[in-house]
């Protein structure tokens, strides 16, 4: 007779939980539960760049004329490179933001 004590189902070795298809199931699906809430978090993050993306639309903001910009940025002593980096990289900046809340988010949850 076994000393070691019982699964949580009364099934098997807890010590061998292989033993046990209760507890097999149940893990997989923690873990299973988990994968889906990291995905449901990921989804939200891309959701939230969708919506920023949709956020200018043409028939708001229509494109400029890029060399009359540039003329009148020159004359101002300012780069249309310059602007169009600085624009850049303050939209890179929010999506990474998004997805480092994602990420960390997805991390918490497969701990």
Not at 7 to 23: F, M, Q, V, W, Y
Not at 34 to 57: F, M, T, V
Not at 81 to 98: C, E, F, L, P, Y
């Amino acid at each position: 007779m076994s000393t070691f004590p019982k699964c949580k189902h009364g099934i098997g070795d807890a010590n061998n939980l292989t033993e046990c298809k209760e507890c097999q199931l149940d893990d997989l699906q923690a873990e299973l539960d988990k994968l889906k809430a990291s995905h449901d978090r990921q989804e939200e993050a891309l959701r939230k760049i969708d919506n920023w993306a949709k956020a200018y639309p043409l028939e708001v903001f229509p494109e400029p004329d890029f060399k009359k910009v540039a003329e009148v940025l020159k004359a101002a002593g300012i780069s249309l490179d310059a602007v169009s980096a600085s624009n850049m990289r303050h939209v890179i900046k929010g999506v990474k933001g998004i997805a480092e809340q994602a990420l960390k988010e997805a991390e918490k949850i497969g701990e």
